[in-house]
């Protein structure tokens, strides 16, 4: 059964600190990883990664995949209470959906 | 701007009646899914369409019934049949050639009267 668990479920830090978000995957026809930040309603993109080792950065965001142990973490340095919401991995699998895979989210609150 | 909505934001459903949760894109988008989201869990796949006048079934398609007749719209209806529908429901699209990168609505929250 195909799998995404992230971890930890929730975080609370404050501001300035820098945090790092993890999601590993066990699924049988891997295409991509992918992050997303929902902060109220809608997920926002953040990143989409298909190679190992290549850091994707966006601001004080980054991300990178490791294919081999199968898991994606997603850092966050310096940051702000705007930052506060609920972090979304998913694996885009091949299949003939185009379709992602969820994991159930990492909370992050960040305090003043 | 293009981008999808999702309407009503809130939805109360009686017991025994079928509502219907509206989903429109102008990003001239192919496909488009709804996406079921229920607190600790991840986002379920319940119905998603790659063109016109076809869709397929998700992993939780039970209780739910979609329509394609226009590129711009994929309605959702949740049935009577559909037992636990308080959910928080998205709808997003996305366009060969993205990959799978989806574009979600703002989504609709239902609650059971």
């Known amino acids: 059964e195909d799998k995404v668990v992230q971890s930890p479920l929730s975080l609370v830090v404050h501001e300035g600190d820098t945090v790092t978000l993890n999601c590993s995957y066990e699924?049988?026809?891997?295409?991509?990883l992918l992050w997303y930040k929902q902060e109220k309603k809608a997920p926002t993109f953040l990143f989409m990664l298909?190679?190992?080792?290549i850091e994707k950065k966006s601001g004080r965001l980054s991300s990178i995949l490791d294919k081999k142990e199968l898991f994606s973490i997603l850092n966050i340095t310096a940051t702000q209470t705007g930052d506060s919401a609920v972090y979304l991995c998913?694996?885009?699998?091949?299949?003939?959906?185009?379709?992602?895979?969820f994991g159930t989210g990492t909370r992050l609150t960040v305090i003043p | 701007d293009g981008g999808i909505t999702q309407s009503p934001k809130y939805l109360f459903r009686k017991e025994g009646q079928n509502v219907t949760l509206s989903c429109e894109q102008n990003l001239n988008h192919d496909a488009m899914y709804w996406y079921r989201q229920d607190p600790g869990q991840g986002l379920r796949l319940i119905y998603y369409s790659q063109i016109v006048n076809d869709f397929q079934k998700g992993d939780i398609a039970e209780g739910y019934s979609v329509s394609r007749e226009k590129k711009e719209s994929f309605p959702l209806t949740v049935t009577s049949a559909q037992k636990n529908p308080t959910a928080f429901y998205l709808c997003a699209s996305s366009q060969p050639g993205l990959g799978e990168k989806l574009f979600f609505g703002s989504g609709t929250q239902l609650s059971v009267l």
């Open positions: 298909t190679s190992s080792g």
């Open positions: 998913a694996v885009g699998l091949i299949t003939g959906a185009n379709n992602l895979f």
């Open positions: 699924v049988t026809n891997f295409r991509s």
